[in-house]
């Protein structure tokens, strides 16, 4: 699922004009969006993430968020992606969206769903953390954030892309896929499989099909 | 011990510096500055120990938790200024907080609870991220008295809580004025060294 979106998230962004995609080099540097109300937390979480080698763009609210993703809710239409987003954090208690309500928001988003989201909270509240992971959520974070955790999550995105390199079969996710192939493609194989159905080769070793925690699937070099 | 007069160059080319309060004076003259002698250079690492100590009283008395430790750890050379800055964030924040719930109490017909324990959910997340402890402790109680409705809990939390806000201020305060101290210090070894 995700390689066929990101492949045909790659195809807009070069149909884009005026982009510049110089994507592979540019993607030597994760770029988080992080997500808070608070500024302290933003403070801190942007400074967490700076000194872990990440471009950080912060936001307040998860209606910024959207707008900087390329989804308003009132225009709907999707923008361009090519802000490059690798990672989005967020807290879950805010006012107005709550970091939920923007989870369930980028999951149903066709441009954004690929994009890894992990939810931070102040609380450990099993119900919650559960929720945030069955609705597509990478991790659940609970607050004050460390060094330690962002360190995992790097390590989420690192070990996903050399996973992806090595794992050209197709993919397995539990969530409806879009539907892409682009015969112009030939950086992959064509055994790219769309919709639904799974299609494990041999090499997809690492795929479970059925944990809400499923392992991240996409790559962050496409974007 | 080093005369500092009798140190470094004797041209004046140093001159005087001001660092806000303090004020650093080449060592040819005789040493006025805001710093006593003994500081000069020389008292770099007393402020140092000074720093732990005061530290490690905060965290025995469970004033701070190991996320300031992570919050130091955040600071370097490229953002020297980190954590100062962090909490005078939160402080400006947890002034602003604490006169909203005052503001909520004093009306004899409040009954927004929910509106308060927005407030204290911020109040708790950004103290747990700077890692004041105590604080958060007592947001924790204020949280769940306000959850019962009881007004009178409530009230007595608040105070609690602005006791609490204040003496963190204080010994935060302190610190880093400890810490500018020793900036300075060691920042005046240097030209003494040549």
Not at chain 1, 99 to 119: D, Q, T
Not at chain 2, 41 to 53: A, Q
């Amino acid at each position: 699922m995700a390689r066929n979106g990101v492949i045909s998230r790659r195809i807009r962004s070069d149909k884009i004009e005026g982009f510049e995609i110089s994507a592979m080099d540019s993607q030597k540097e994760v770029h988080v969006l992080a997500v808070d109300d608070s500024l302290v937390d933003r403070k801190v979480i942007e400074r967490l993430l700076k000194i872990s080698s990440c471009k950080v763009t912060a936001v307040d609210s998860g209606r910024r968020a959207l707008q900087f993703l390329g989804i308003d809710e009132e225009k709907k239409t999707v923008g361009f992606d090519g802000l490059k987003v690798d990672l989005i954090i967020t807290d879950y208690c805010m006012p107005g969206m709550t970091g939920y309500e923007l989870l369930k928001k980028i999951k149903e988003s066709s441009a954004l769903r690929e994009i890894p989201v992990v939810i931070m909270s102040s609380e450990n509240i099993l119900t919650r953390i559960d929720r945030c992971l069955e609705e597509g959520a990478e991790d659940f974070i609970v607050k004050p954030v460390k060094l330690s955790d962002v360190k995992r999550l790097r390590d989420y995105m690192k070990r996903e892309d050399k996973n992806h390199s090595e794992n050209r079969g197709g993919t397995v996710n539990k969530r409806k896929l879009r539907e892409t192939s682009d015969p112009s493609l030939s950086t992959y194989p064509s055994s790219i499989s769309s919709s639904s159905s799974s299609s494990p080769s041999s090499s997809s070793s690492s795929v479970e099909l059925d944990s809400p925690t499923r392992r991240l699937k996409m790559t962050n070099t496409d974007l | 011990m080093r005369d500092i007069r009798r140190s470094g160059r004797r041209d004046s080319t140093r001159g005087e510096r001001k660092y806000g309060l303090f004020q650093v004076i080449s060592p040819s003259r005789s040493a006025k500055t805001g710093l006593p002698l003994w500081l000069l250079g020389l008292g770099v690492d007393r402020l140092r120990t000074d720093m732990s100590r005061l530290l490690a009283l905060l965290f025995h008395q469970g004033v701070l938790d190991e996320q300031f430790l992570q919050l130091q750890q955040l600071q370097d050379e490229s953002c020297p200024n980190f954590v100062s800055e962090v909490i005078n964030i939160y402080f400006h924040e947890s002034e602003k907080l604490l006169r909203n719930l005052r503001g909520l109490l004093s009306d004899r017909e409040f009954s927004d609870y929910k509106k308060m324990g927005i407030h204290l959910n911020q109040f708790m997340g950004s103290s747990s991220s700077i890692g004041a402890k105590r604080v958060r402790n007592v947001c924790v109680a204020f949280r769940a008295a306000s959850e019962q409705n009881n007004r009178a809990g409530c009230l007595r939390a608040l105070e609690l809580l602005e006791h609490e806000y204040c003496y963190l201020k204080n010994k935060l305060h302190e610190f880093f004025q400890i810490e500018q101290q020793r900036v300075l210090a060691a920042g005046v070894r240097y030209p003494i060294q040549n």
